[in-house]
């Protein structure tokens, strides 16, 4: 299935139902009084997060939501059915602004809980409402209000604990099938990932984390160029960045460093919250370097970034250093400064 990750949709809730005027009228009761009734009110349109969802694809073809008007009111004070509200599903981490100004409406990031994002107009009023002392036979009732409606985009950001950065064919794919079941396609040309995927990583009984690989990302990215530019928002909800870098691209330690310079640059310049995050080093591919050889690159590529934060050196394609990562992993998700 297509991974569709944003969506507009028109909504609109159910006007409120009119009230009447009506008299009673019954054999031998003259002057009988108002006995107008009330209208319904108009449904409303929330949205729900599901855990059964993962895109927006479901928005392809249906795109208008309307929600049902209330009844009008009836003789005998009988007042008008409300309208049937209109609960749309959304996977979990779905964010909705208005299309027009980029109003925030609802962050769906809780299953089963409904927002309201479009509420029903209110019943108009029967005459018997307007019943007084001064006026026995009022012969004025009032229309229900208008529901309300908006223009919204739909916008999907995945939620996962840790994110995978790096350039085309850094061993992104690789590494979240060596520590996962998730099964991204690999292979030897870039961009081979063309939509984020998600892998839950089980360290031990009841100990797991979620994943998140994004496509590859190049110099230029926060001016549209690749693809990966396009899904860097799935990374904002993770609590910690790995930043995977191929340790012979071009078989030097220089070559490395640039390309792990550009990433950062590009990940500035895209939001300066998301650059923020705690950011791990991992130097994959060690299996390529001979090993009298792996140290001393190894120490060329983090001096040549003045890197302060942890490193580690893996094979992700052999799964050598994987284990001892993912086990770092959990305890620091599990630990209490990332609450």
Known sequence: MKFIDEANIFVKAGNGGNGIVSFRREKYIPMGGPDGGDGGDGGSVYVIGSTDLNTL?????????VAQRGANGQGKNCTGAKGEDIV??????????????????????????PVLIARGGFHGLGNTRY??????????????????????????????????????NAGKSTFIRSVSAARPKVAD?????LHPNLGVVSVSKHRSF?????????????????????FLKHLQRTRLLLHIVDVMPDASADSAVDSAVKILRELERYDEALYRKPRWLILNKLDLVPADEREDLCAEITTGLDWQGPVYEISAISGQGTEHLCHDIMTYLESDETL
């Not at 208008?146 to 985009?153: H, P, R, T």
């Open 210 to 230: 979620v994943v998140a690989d994004i496509p590859g990302l190049i110099e230029g990215a926060a001016d549209g160029v690749g693809l990966g530019i396009q």
């Open 189 to 193: 040309y870039p961009f081979t990932t």
């Open 57 to 65: 694809s479901d928005f392809r073809h249906t795109r208008r939501f």
């Open 131 to 168: 019943k007084s002392s001064t006026n026995r036979a009022p012969r004025q009732c009032s229309k229900g209000s208008a529901g309300e409606q908006f223009d919204l985009k739909l916008e999907l950001k995945v939620i996962a604990d840790v994110g995978l950065l790096g350039m085309p």
């Open 88 to 113: 749309i599903e959304v996977p979990l981490g779905t964010v909705i602004t208005t299309l027009d100004q980029g109003e925030l409406i609802a962050d769906v990031d809780s299953p089963d809980e």
